[in-house]
């Protein structure tokens, strides 16, 4: 009986780039390797691996996310703008091929089952806080006030996968960190450290600006 679980996938490696489940991620394809391998997963079941390529060390992570094509449009010279949507994740087994594009037998992973709910759900609405302080310290800040999406999730694990895909910055090492977390309870955990730590600057940023502002008004008076 074939195992389910494991399965070849063609890969696309990024640089810097982590998509997490649920994600969009649109592409520009126009190397005549990955146009191939578009062909191809259009042919099949429209899923390919993203992968996150680090120039660096010139090194492909070992987790990724399966991308579905929910949208193409090839022009005439072949290059193609499709938008994916990002699903399982999943563990890069064994490399199967280079040529003409990369594919890589493959593993799913899923967050492990949480024992204590009620702590999990807590969490969730600390978190959820902390993000609703970050967006709104940063639209006084920027004077352009921000709104967080009104189908923002609220499943635990959901809303981990939204925060590390919508970190800001570059931090594709902390996103990568995040996507190969198998514990929503650490991930979110991990979450809140960074948007609290985020909170805290933004609040001591926005006092010295007021501060600042109401100095600047007395010497007007």
Same mark, same amino acid.
């Not at 090194?59 to 193609?80: K, L, N, Y």
């Not at 960190?177 to 991930?187: A, G, H, I, K, M």
């Given at each position: 009986m074939?195992?389910?679980?494991?399965?070849?996938l063609?890969?696309?490696?990024?640089?810097? &780039?982590?998509?997490?489940?649920?994600?969009?991620?649109?592409?520009?394809?126009? %190397?005549?390797?990955?146009?191939?391998?578009?062909?191809?997963?259009?042919?099949? +079941?429209?899923?390919? =691996?993203?992968?996150?390529?680090?120039?660096r060390?010139? *090194?492909?992570?070992?987790?990724? #996310? #399966?991308?579905?094509?929910?949208?193409?449009?090839?022009?005439?010279? =072949?290059?193609?703008?499709?938008?994916?949507? =990002?699903q399982?994740?999943?563990?890069?087994?064994?490399?199967?091929?280079e040529?003409?594009?990369? *594919?890589?037998?493959? *593993?799913?992973?899923?967050? +492990?089952?949480?024992?204590?709910?009620?702590?999990?759900?807590?969490?969730?609405?600390?978190?959820?806080?902390?993000?609703? +302080?970050? &967006? %709104?310290?940063? @639209?006084?800040?920027?004077?352009?006030?921000?709104?967080?999406?009104?189908?923002?999730?609220?499943?635990?694990?959901?809303?981990?996968?939204?925060? @590390?895909?919508h970190?800001?910055?570059? &931090?594709?090492?902390?996103?990568?960190?995040?996507? %190969?977390?198998? #514990?929503?309870?650490?991930?979110?955990?991990?979450?809140?450290?960074?948007?609290? %730590?985020?909170?805290?600057?933004?609040?001591?940023?926005?006092?010295?600006?007021?501060?600042?502002? *109401?100095?600047d008004?007395?010497?007007?008076?």
């Amino acid at each position: 009986m074939a195992d389910l679980s494991v399965r070849e996938l063609p890969l696309f490696p990024l640089p810097d &780039v982590v998509l997490f489940p649920s994600d969009v991620l649109p592409l520009h394809i126009f %190397e005549s390797r990955y146009r191939m391998m578009l062909q191809s997963v259009l042919e099949s +079941d429209r899923r390919f =691996g993203v992968v996150r390529w680090d120039p660096r060390s010139q *090194s492909m992570a070992p987790i990724g #996310c #399966c991308a579905e094509v929910i949208q193409h449009q090839t022009g005439e010279d =072949g290059r193609s703008n499709i938008i994916t949507l =990002g699903q399982q994740r999943f563990r890069v087994l064994n490399v199967t091929r280079e040529t003409p594009f990369r *594919s890589a037998m493959v *593993s799913w992973i899923e967050d +492990d089952p949480e024992d204590n709910i009620d702590a999990l759900h807590t969490l969730t609405e600390s978190v959820t806080t902390a993000l609703r +302080d970050v &967006v %709104e310290l940063t @639209g006084k800040l920027t004077d352009s006030p921000t709104e967080l999406p009104e189908d923002l999730p609220d499943l635990p694990r959901e809303l981990s996968f939204w925060i @590390g895909a919508h970190l800001g910055g570059p &931090v594709a090492d902390q996103q990568q960190e995040l996507l %190969e977390l198998t #514990c929503t309870r650490t991930r979110l955990e991990q979450e809140f450290e960074m948007l609290d %730590e985020t909170r805290r600057q933004l609040a001591a940023r926005t006092v010295l600006r007021d501060t600042l502002s *109401s100095a600047d008004s007395g010497n007007d008076g």
